[in-house]
């Protein structure tokens, strides 16, 4: 048979074995051509957090299909989209009332940074056009997002000549419970990076608490109300990337909620359609929109994706959150996150392996990061062979499960993660 032309991501298509052909799925699993159920333990990159085959989630894409599957927002409006926004303001941290869609997490963030940028311009302040991002961000994959991942450790650095050049700050490495003097020197860390270049700085970027991609570092609430602080000190605006953090995954609706912060700007995407279809929301607070108002035409936002505010995608994020909300998931995540601490976190054996060098959870999430990546080579054949789809990337084997994965099919998954040390 010749080779797909499909193209996948992130993959050496030279040696990348034939993968697996995924035909349909219903809660936690997918199954494979050929009647392979697996459990997905990572729920297709974090979004698919009603798991697959959600009948209510599916019935609302068809009754929206039914009355209008798009309209741009160019010069018009619809209901789903008008919804949508109403629900994100009134879930998000109080103060972020304007919200801008866009189609996918890497563009959401590219309007918070133009949105910064543009606002540092109307108030008079143009020699502020630059982001101050952290050490293991990550952003997306588009030219700007990559220019505020993480230049080294980054997946980004072969187009370090392309990109434009960014300030970083170190990344935070106290942990989530540490208190407030523990934190003290991730803190002074970033004062003395804003004291260097707040003058040419539009915004600091941040995934709250848990930088995801990067591998999945976490941190403190107390970072995140010391950042605020010090944009404020410094003129500089606050953008919190929770594409990967909304919508529960760190055991509260959002990141930003542990810390009683609002951001100036704040993006969601993977989960807010539950996945069902690819959409972004960039959120802004007064502050930031009433800059763009004015006579002069240049104070209008300068962006627009086609697919803005797609109604099948509104009308799936609406559903998705009163799911969300008429069935407690943050109960449901908080029994995920009882299971993932005891199963994990505070097994002995697990921990004192010499391949593995930190457990961590928060929230819906878990890592167990080694020490070197090669003791990760064959964990996700491993795990297959229980039934269980794993997909580790560099020193990090995670789980990032649906919210509606069981508690039985939890104890699956890390019995599965687990296995792979007790079997070495
Ligand atoms: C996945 C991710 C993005 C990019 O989203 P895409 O929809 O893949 O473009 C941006 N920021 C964070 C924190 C992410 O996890």
């Not at 010499?354 to 929230?363: C, D, F, I, Q, S």
Request: charged share 20%; aromatic share 8%.
């Amino acid at each position: 048979m010749p080779a797909s032309p499909l193209w996948h991501p992130y993959a050496q298509m030279q040696t990348q074995p034939t993968p697996p052909m995924v035909t349909g799925g219903s809660g936690a699993h997918f199954t494979l051509a050929g009647g392979e159920r697996l459990l997905d333990a990572t729920c297709s990159w974090w979004c698919m957090i009603h798991g697959y085959g959600h009948p209510r989630l599916v019935a609302a894409i068809q009754q929206q299909a039914n009355t209008l599957c798009h309209v741009m927002l160019g010069g018009l409006t619809h209901e789903p989209a008008q919804r949508l926004a109403e629900a994100l303001v009134r879930i998000t941290p109080p103060g972020l009332d304007h919200v801008f869609f866009s189609d996918s997490g890497s563009v959401g963030m590219e309007v918070a940074m133009k949105m910064a940028v543009q606002y540092q311009v109307l108030r008079g302040r143009p020699e502020k056009h630059r982001m101050l991002s952290l050490m293991r961000a990550y952003h997306g994959d588009t030219s700007g997002c990559m220019a505020v991942c993480d230049p080294e450790e980054g997946m980004h650095s072969l187009f370090a000549g392309f990109l434009p050049r960014h300030p970083f700050a170190p990344a935070p490495s106290a942990p989530y419970d540490a208190p407030r003097e523990a934190v003290d020197a991730d803190i002074q860390a970033l004062r003395a990076t804003l004291e260097a270049h707040h003058h040419e700085v539009a915004a600091l970027l941040m995934e709250p608490l848990l930088q995801a991609a990067g591998g999945l570092n976490m941190t403190s609430p107390h970072y995140l109300r010391a950042a605020r602080e010090l944009c404020d000190e410094f003129d500089v605006l606050l953008v919190f990337d929770e594409v990967a953090t909304g919508f529960g995954r760190t055991g509260r609706m959002f990141a930003a909620d542990h810390a009683g912060v609002t951001p100036d700007i704040m993006v969601l995407s993977k989960g807010l359609t539950g996945g069902y279809l690819g959409h972004a929301a960039t959120l802004a607070t007064g502050r930031v929109y009433d800059a763009f108002l004015g006579d002069d035409p240049n104070h209008a936002f300068m962006h627009g994706p086609t697919f803005m505010g797609n109604p099948l995608a509104c009308r799936v994020a609406l559903e998705s959150l009163a799911v969300f909300e008429e069935e407690d998931y943050l109960g449901k995540i908080a029994e995920l996150n009882a299971i993932l601490r005891r199963e994990l976190l505070d097994d002995a054996a697990l921990n004192a392996h010499p391949a593995v060098n930190e457990v961590r959870v928060l929230g819906a999430t878990a890592v167990i990061e080694v020490e070197e990546a090669a003791s990760l080579d064959g964990v996700q054949a491993f795990a297959r062979e229980r039934g269980v789809w794993l997909r580790p990337f560099g020193r990090w084997l995670y789980t990032m499960p649906a919210y509606i994965t069981t508690p039985e099919e939890m104890r699956r998954i890390t019995a599965a993660m687990k296995g792979w040390f007790e079997a070495r």
